[in-house]
């Protein structure tokens, strides 16, 4: 599937009572109140989940894979995001938690960390040989790359060509899984698991891959339940894990999902991490006008603090955050990858995008420039006319939206319940 | 010359010292150029200008007025202020050359790139500067007829 309306958030119409709450907390103003319900204009939703965040009825619900639809292979692999490893307490270590994975029903479950530090090390790379231009921005995020397709279109050509690791990883296991288990490569599953509910948009409809290497996305908030019973169940386990761990965690990719951490690991380059949805976009705006041309990376992900504060974790994210750091620091500062196997990858291109991240249609006010500028215009005007109160009464988010509807036709003045009454008492 | 109902004319005031405001008018600008239509190469362009030009204000000036003026063929700026002025347009047209204040540099401004960038991203560019009363930059960013079908 490569659609690119696909979208992950949806709203269940039976559980919205129309509020205005998720209009206002939508950075891109894509969500209108109509019939007393809220609907989700697809051509500028940026599956940031902002509005999922806000939603006090649980009326927004997010797509991502079930675990019963993993029966369709026969050989089901899980690689879950560092993220899961800030979810349970300070005595469960990240070797039980693959482990209890194993024992939900996975064949084999891998780590993500060693491939963070892998991507770091080939950004690194990127960032030697291709001195403009400058800010580079890191492709981790899939909602950042969609909101710069969307709203800055000019800086596509500003993020850094490597895929993020859950693609690496994914494209690694499906090169050498087949042929090492004897197993015909579509019977093989690999399904991330995450906090996060854009990544299974990056998986239907990639924006930089002919397809992605991912079968699926599982919310960590899914499977949750089922990981705690596993590892409640296996104190035996758990001695066995402590005692004889089987996987070198890298402290680099461990602090991945916490901002800061995609850049933490370079050496010679000035990085810069942004997080939250409405700082990235101010930070993209300065970008986008010139700015911030001495930083050499710029790492943006929309969700407060990282993906650790994506909304589909359990555990609150400062609590998460503080185990992850307690982990990283477990971990040290040696490397784990092999720099002769970055570089082995990275020449081969075997890290790279398929194609640059392109922009999407264009949504000017009209296809004639002479037009459009006439409906700016008579935009200006309108706002004029309107209270300035952005209640959301008229389904808008703010009377500009409504302003820029009214001219694009998808709306009437009439909407707006201050208008009509406006006459009768003031003039 | 287009009909004058097809031309878009906003007025913008800038406040010198006013960082917290910082970029809204250009972003304004840059937006407004994008639901008009405008091809990205002329909205990057343009975006840069009107950032670059709003932060010498804020950087340096009393206060400004920035006039646009938008038709299918060209985006027109015009940002006059009230200022110290420059007392060598010349120096100050060449790269790197600054004179930021070691705070404006610690915001990561005053790299000397200003003026030049402005410049170099303009397709008609005038500056008109006079000591103790200010400058008037006068900008034009052709569209090349590369507007949106």
Redesign the interface.
């Known amino acids: 599937m490569n659609d690119k309306n696909f979208h992950a958030i949806h709203i269940t119409k039976d559980k919205c009572i129309g509020c205005v709450r998720c209009l206002s907390a939508c950075p891109t103003r894509a969500i209108r109140v109509g019939d007393g319900k809220a609907r989700i204009i697809d051509q500028l939703c940026i599956d940031c989940a902002e509005c999922l965040r806000v939603c006090p009825h649980d009326a927004v619900h997010s797509h991502t894979t079930s675990f019963a639809s993993l029966e369709a292979f026969d050989y089901k692999v899980a690689i879950p995001s560092t993220v899961i490893y800030g979810q349970f307490g300070p005595t469960v270590v990240p070797n039980e938690i693959l482990s209890a994975l194993r024992r939900v029903g996975f064949d084999e479950v891998y780590d993500l960390s060693s491939i963070c530090e892998l991507n770091c090390a080939a950004t690194e790379e990127y960032l030697n040989e291709h001195p403009r231009p400058r800010p580079y921005i890191t492709a981790t995020c899939p909602v950042v790359v969609r909101i710069i397709q969307r709203r800055y ?2 800086l596509c050509g500003q993020i850094l060509p490597i895929e993020p690791p859950r693609e690496i990883a994914a494209k690694i296991l499906r090169t050498i899984l087949p042929k090492a288990l004897g197993i015909p490569a579509e019977k093989i599953g690999i399904i991330h698991i995450t906090p996060c509910p854009a990544k299974i948009v990056s998986i239907n409809s990639p924006a930089t891959l002919a397809k992605s290497y991912l079968d699926g996305a599982i919310s960590i908030r899914d499977i949750f339940p089922q990981i705690l019973k596993a590892l409640r169940k296996s104190d035996e386990d758990a001695m066995m894990r402590h005692l004889f761990p089987e996987t070198l965690f890298s402290g680099t990719g461990m602090g991945w999902p916490l901002s800061g951490g995609e850049t933490r690991g370079l050496k010679s380059h000035r990085a810069v991490a942004v997080s939250g949805i409405r700082d990235t976009m101010r930070v993209l ?2 970008v ?7 930083i050499d990376l710029l790492e943006c992900t929309v969700c407060p603090d990282g993906c650790v504060g994506g909304p589909l974790g359990v555990e609150n994210r400062f609590l998460a955050k503080s185990r992850i750091l307690e982990l990283v620091a477990a971990a040290g500062e040696h490397a784990v990858v092999d720099q002769k196997d970055v570089s082995r990858l990275y020449h081969k291109n075997f890290l790279s995008f398929d194609h640059p991240v392109t ?1 999407t249609e ?1 949504r ?4 004639d ?2 037009k ?3 409906k ?2 008579r935009r ?1 005007k309108i706002i004029v006319d309107l209270p300035q109160k952005d209640c959301g009464v008229c389904g808008a988010p703010d009377c500009r939206t409504l302003a ?1 509807d009214i001219v694009r036709g998808y709306a009437r003045l009439e909407d707006c319940p201050f208008v009509k009454t406006a006459p009768k008492e003031k003039r | 010359m ?2 004058a ?4 004319r ?1 007025g913008f005031s800038v406040k010198g010292g006013d960082f917290a405001k910082a ?1 809204a008018a ?2 304004e600008i ?1 937006e ?1 150029l ?5 091809d ?2 002329t ?2 362009r343009a ?2 200008v ?3 030009a709003e932060m010498n204000v804020i950087m340096y000036a009393w206060e400004a007025r920035m006039d646009l003026t ?3 063929e060209q985006v027109h700026l015009i940002v006059d202020d009230r200022g110290p002025g420059i007392a060598d347009v010349e120096l100050a047209l060449t790269e790197g050359y600054s004179t930021a204040t070691a705070e404006m540099r610690e915001l ?1 401004f005053g ?1 000397g ?1 200003g003026l030049p ?1 402005i410049k170099r991203n303009a397709d008609v560019f005038a500056i008109d500067s006079a000591v103790g009363r200010g400058t008037r930059l006068d900008i034009i960013i052709r ?1 090349n007829g590369h ?3």
């Open positions: 279109p000019s705006d300065e986008e006008g010139g700015l911030l041309q001495d922009p264009p000017p006010l009209d296809g420039p002479a459009a500028i006439r700016a215009k200006e820029d | 287009p009909a109902e097809a031309i878009y906003k970029g250009a972003c840059k407004l994008k639901d008009l239509g405008l990205t190469s909205v990057r975006a840069i009107a950032y670059e938008v038709s299918p990561g790299a790139m960038n569209t507007v949106r079908p």
